[in-house]
């Protein structure tokens, strides 16, 4: 054969590129105006520090080549090294991104969010999310299964400018068995086949707790069929089953903070009040912070957080669309809202008995004391299950109760931070543990061979989570002036690259132009001026 020898770092980019042609055989430059192009033929990233995604630390600084949608090479790059040993020749492509002094990693997934229904444009919450980090999110198929597919595909082809999208369905979504089939154990096969043979990779189980064995059934099924179960426990079934007794039935994953303490109570039940129904969520939101206090605190962080590992779960919090209970007043407030919260989802958000998650009415000082003592809990079992062994995921659960997409993404990896959990740690939850939670594992890790989604950032993740959000943090540089950094300068989906500070416009665009005729309400009121 002749030609140039078949070095390991050769074949290691002829891999790439087979995998490249194999993930996405008709790579087209796709162009969206002035917030996005690509994927190049041959994008480089010059000068950049890498953190893994895997939970090692920053390395570098190098040169990163992508070709298509796959990282083909890094290449570590000291100049000072380089000129000794007379190499200085960069790579070079299509495109050149000088990163010195900016930080990459992998893009970010959200395992847990909602898209709203009209008049929230999907366009609003795909830049939103976009421009803080989300490169693959498991949306709810909010708009029905077949919007919710139909998206998936627009993005999967670069003709939408949105994250990666793995809809999740409820059970028996798409298919034409009964109410009595969805409901038996032994036609569970079946109906996970259906779905998947639909597109459906990631399955919602939250009504189906009062069934144990069907759970157990559809969990088997699903995993034999590639596809992953999601459970949001409500306290309706807590009786039947709790966080322990789903994640040893075989459930992927667990939403949120049901079923935890209920599985450390003296009783199979928690303490009701006489008052209390399920299907009013003023009682129901109150009492789930309640259940809190009535757990067994050695229990929960003993027996319990053994029992959830040695069954294998993954827990997604979701901390961040539960933290207006500890402080509604904060919540209703965020610096944000006025300039990039869209008004229909501002509207969903008020206090109103009409809306899921609007129930921030009669919330007195004694529930947010309640919920504050809820939460340090909470993350104490967080902390206690990472530290033994767990798996953790990441995801936010907006655009509800006052959690604004995008922005709620950055502060749920503070408030991770905040269980105890290192800086690293968080970032490899919301990377490569939630790739690998979801079944894709050529995602979350910035190595040759992986697909490129990738931020490009204005400084260190690791040290400072801030510097995720679209308006960085305030750093103070050596002549003692202060700054802001600039956040994530280009989110790289499946080699697109994004413009962020044109996708942050867009949105204040959307927003701008739909408050044009909102009126004043409730909450608004003390804190903005009238026009």
């Known amino acids: 054969m002749v030609g140039f020898p078949l070095t ?11 995998l490249a042609a194999l993930c996405c055989p008709t790579l087209l430059l796709a ?15 010059r000068g950049a520090h890498v953190i893994p995604g895997h939970g090692g630390p920053p390395a570098g600084p190098y040169d990163i080549v992508i070709e298509g949608n796959v990282i083909t090479e890094m290449l570590p790059f000291d100049p000072v090294a380089a000129e000794r040993r007379g190499r200085t020749e960069r790579p070079t492509g299509d495109r050149v991104i000088d990163a010195t002094g900016m930080f990459v990693m992998p893009g970010m997934f959200d395992l847990h969010t909602h898209i709203r229904t009209q008049p929230l444009p999907l366009e609003y919450v795909y830049l939103l999310k976009l421009a803080m980090g989300v490169t693959t999110m498991v949306p709810a198929a909010d708009r029905g299964l077949d919007s919710a597919l139909a998206q998936a595909e627009l993005s999967k082809a670069n003709r939408v400018l949105a994250p990666r999208m793995f809809p999740l369905a409820s059970w028996g979504a798409g298919t ?3 109410r009595l089939e969805l409901d038996d154990p032994a036609k569970a096969k079946d109906v ?19 069934n144990a064995d069907l759970v157990r059934e559809i969990a088997k099924a699903a995993k034999a069929n590639g596809a992953i179960t999601s459970f949001h426990i409500p306290p309706s079934t807590n009786a039947v089953m709790n966080a322990v007794q789903a994640a040893c039935a075989g459930v992927t994953m667990i939403e949120h903070h049901y079923g935890y303490a209920e599985s450390a109570l003296p009783r199979t039940v928690q303490g009701f009040g006489a008052e209390y129904t399920f299907g009013d ?27 959830l590992v040695g069954c294998g779960v993954t827990m997604l919090p979701t901390r961040v669309v539960y933290e207006a209970n500890r402080d509604a007043v904060r919540a209703m407030s965020l610096p944000w809202h006025e300039k990039y919260t869209h008004p229909a989802l501002w509207k969903w958000n008020l206090p109103n008995p009409a809306y899921h998650g609007a129930y921030h009415y009669d919330w007195t000082s004694e529930d947010e004391a309640t919920w504050t003592a809820a939460y340090r809990l909470w993350g104490d079992l967080i902390y206690a299950f990472n530290r033994k062994g767990g798996r953790i995921a990441f995801g936010t659960d907006d655009s509800y109760i006052w959690a604004t997409p995008g922005f709620s993404t950055v502060r749920e990896t503070q408030l991770m931070r905040e269980t105890g959990l ?8 919301a990377t490569r543990t939630s790739a690998l939670t979801l079944g894709e594992p050529k995602l979350g890790l910035v190595r040759p061979g992986h697909l490129a989604d990738l931020l490009i950032v204005d400084g260190n993740p690791a040290a400072n989570l801030k510097f995720l959000y679209a308006f960085g943090d305030l750093v103070r540089g050596a002549d003692g002036t202060v700054r802001r950094t600039r956040g994530i300068i280009h989110t790289i989906k499946d080699g697109v690259v994004t413009e962020n500070a044109k996708l942050m416009q867009r949105v204040e665009q959307l927003v701008r132009e739909a408050k044009a005729s909102q009126p004043m309400d409730v909450a608004r009121e003390p804190w903005v001026v009238r026009p």
């Open 422 to 429: 290192h800086a690293l740690e968080v970032l490899k939850a």
């Open 176 to 178: 034409r068995f009964t």
């Open 192 to 210: 996970v086949a259906a779905m998947v043979a639909r597109g459906v990779r990631v399955f919602s189980l939250d009504p189906l707790g009062w």
């Open 281 to 307: 969520e003023h009682a129901r939101f109150r009492y789930a912070g309640r259940v809190w206090e009535e757990t067994d605190r050695e229990r929960l962080l003993g027996a319990v957080a053994d029992s």
């Open 8 to 18: 390991r770092l050769r074949m290691r980019r002829i891999v790439a590129l087979v």
């Open 31 to 45: 162009q969206f105006g002035d917030l996005a192009a690509g994927p190049y033929k041959r994008l480089v990233i």
